[in-house]
């Protein structure tokens, strides 16, 4: 089994909004995750999408970005024939590996209450959860 992380451009489009889609992400294909979206966000100096091909097939996906303050990792996911093997793990380390660049960086992600696979994942990579904090939004638009 051939398996390679690199970064992803726009070519890769299709290939992310599958992986997105068999994982369950939900995606706002007319919003920020619009090939014209998408494709401004990686043209952004602190930000790299991350794919995890397996014998050439896009199966894994990441983003991550550096705001300044913090190193944002967001909509990971991995194709369900290929989850338990430890592939998101291995993208939350390219992240980490990433932010490096940018010195000392509170690394985040923003994980929704049921999601227990994506807790025990992040917990298993080091991070630890605050229950604290509410995520708050203001949006121009609702598909945004
Ligand atoms: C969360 C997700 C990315 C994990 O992908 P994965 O490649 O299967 O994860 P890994 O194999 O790297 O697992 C790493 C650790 O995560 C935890 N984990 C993964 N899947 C789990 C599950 N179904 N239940 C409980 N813990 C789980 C385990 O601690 C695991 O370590 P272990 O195998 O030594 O027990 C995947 O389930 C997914 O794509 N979910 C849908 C999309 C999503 O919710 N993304 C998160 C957005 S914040």
Same mark, same amino acid.
């Given at each position: 089994?051939?398996?390679? %992380?690199?970064?992803?451009?726009?070519?890769?489009?299709? *290939?992310?909004?599958?992986?997105?889609?068999?994982?369950?992400?939900?995606?706002?294909?007319? *919003?920020?995750?619009?090939?014209?979206?998408?494709?401004?966000?990686?043209?952004?100096? @602190?930000?790299?999408?991350?794919?995890?091909?397996?014998?050439?097939?896009?199966?894994?996906?990441?983003? @991550?970005?550096?705001?300044?303050?913090?190193?944002?990792?967001?909509?990971?996911?991995?194709?369900?024939?290929?989850? *338990?093997?430890?592939? @998101?793990?291995?993208? %939350?380390?390219?992240?980490?590996?990433?932010?490096?660049?940018?010195?000392?960086?509170? %690394?985040?992600?923003?994980?929704?209450?049921?999601?227990?696979?994506?807790?025990?994942?992040?917990?298993? @990579?080091?991070?630890?959860?605050?229950?604290?904090?509410?995520?708050?939004?203001?949006?121009?638009?609702?598909?945004?």
């Amino acid at each position: 089994m051939d398996r390679l %992380i690199r970064k992803l451009t726009i070519d890769d489009y299709e *290939g992310i909004i599958r992986v997105w889609s068999v994982a369950g992400l939900p995606f706002k294909s007319t *919003g920020r995750d619009s090939r014209e979206m998408m494709a401004a966000e990686m043209k952004l100096d @602190a930000c790299e999408y991350f794919g995890l091909l397996i014998d050439q097939r896009l199966v894994g996906v990441v983003i @991550a970005q550096y705001d300044g303050r913090h190193g944002w990792i967001n909509r990971l996911a991995v194709d369900p024939d290929y989850r *338990g093997i430890g592939l @998101a793990g291995d993208l %939350i380390e390219t992240c980490e590996k990433y932010f490096e660049r940018f010195g000392e960086v509170v %690394i985040s992600a923003l994980i929704e209450d049921e999601n227990t696979p994506s807790m025990s994942c992040f917990g298993k @990579a080091g991070f630890e959860c605050i229950t604290s904090i509410k995520y708050w939004s203001k949006r121009p638009r609702a598909d945004l």
